[in-house]
């Protein structure tokens, strides 16, 4: 189905401007994704409510897009209004929130799990969901954290949202419960931390926890950690963002973990499977 909407005041506009917002979003249990890459990306089994075209996208080829859910030509103005950026993408997609399973998050052979915990800045955020799924990892997040659906956290994830398990507003206990059940420690980033990435057991099921910038990780968490990892750093920077933390220890788990460790010891390199 082809609709056209030009005004600001149409009922379905409305209701997609208040996707902007984590009520709206929550109320109406969707989100919007904005860009063709990455609207290109959704799964064929992630539930889409509707497409969004602005007026310069006429020429496009809506056909495939229709067999999956209603399309909707937008006013540029329409389509800036429901924009989160400044230049609004051609292309949108309305889509529904899905409820992962927690047990999907110990899923992979052994677990690559990134705990987030209060993990506050949206750049952050989206960047370690981002590294999680280059490294085949999924993700837990404690309440606290920006929320996943929101347009900056959306567009640092590039994607990554459906390709990721991501478990959302956990509690530390919660946290903690759910690596103790599926026998996966948690080995945390943290300043105190004695043990150098490389001397990490990473190479069996872990649990990467980072937290926030402002505040570290919660107590709990700390207290449940097998062991803290501390990132040496020779230059002169005083710390490295969350994002750069938890991306570091990912890729020194990942470089543990066959076939990567052995291409990387035997060649030097790892090589992109």
């Known amino acids: 189905m082809l609709t056209r909407i030009e005004s600001l005041s149409n009922k379905y506009i409305k209701k997609l401007v208040s996707l902007k917002d984590k009520k709206g979003r929550l109320e ?16 064929e089994d992630w539930p889409v409510e509707s497409y969004l075209f602005s007026e310069s996208r006429e020429e496009t080829s809506f056909e495939a897009y229709e067999r999956r859910a209603p399309v909707y030509i937008l006013s540029e103005r ?22 992962a399973a927690p047990a999907l998050a110990f899923k992979s052979e052994p677990p690559l799990v990134l705990i987030c915990d209060r993990i506050s800045d949206p750049g952050n955020l989206g960047t370690l969901v981002r590294a999680a799924d280059a490294a085949a990892g999924s993700v837990l997040m404690t309440r606290g954290c920006a929320d996943m659906y929101s347009p900056k956290v959306l567009r ?3 994607g990554s949202i459906f390709n990721v398990p991501i478990i959302a507003e956990l509690t530390a206990d919660e946290v903690i419960s759910l690596c103790a059940k599926n026998n996966t420690p948690i080995a945390a980033a943290h300043p105190q931390g004695r043990v150098m990435p490389w001397d990490a057991r990473l190479s069996a099921g872990c649990a990467i926890a980072i937290g926030s910038e402002a505040h570290g990780l919660s107590e709990g968490i700390a207290r449940a950690a ?9 230059g002169r920077a005083e710390s490295l963002n ?9 890729y020194e788990a990942v ?19």
């Not at 109406?28 to 799964?43: C, D, L, M």
């Not at 800036?80 to 609004?88: D, F, I, M, Q």
């Not at 969350?242 to 990912?250: D, F, N, P």
């Open 28 to 43: 109406h249990n969707a989100f919007i994704v904005e860009g063709e890459r990455v609207a290109a990306q959704i799964p």
């Open 255 to 273: 470089r543990q973990r066959a076939p990567f460790k052995r291409a990387y010891d035997n060649r030097g390199s790892v090589p992109r499977l």
């Open 78 to 99: 329409a389509a800036a209004r429901v924009s989160g950026l400044v230049t609004p993408p051609g292309v949108m997609a309305v889509c529904r929130m899905p409820l």
């Open 156 to 158: 640092a994830m590039s």
């Open 242 to 250: 969350a994002a750069m933390a938890g991306s570091v220890l990912l």
């Open 226 to 234: 097998a062991s803290f990892i501390k990132i040496p750093m020779p």
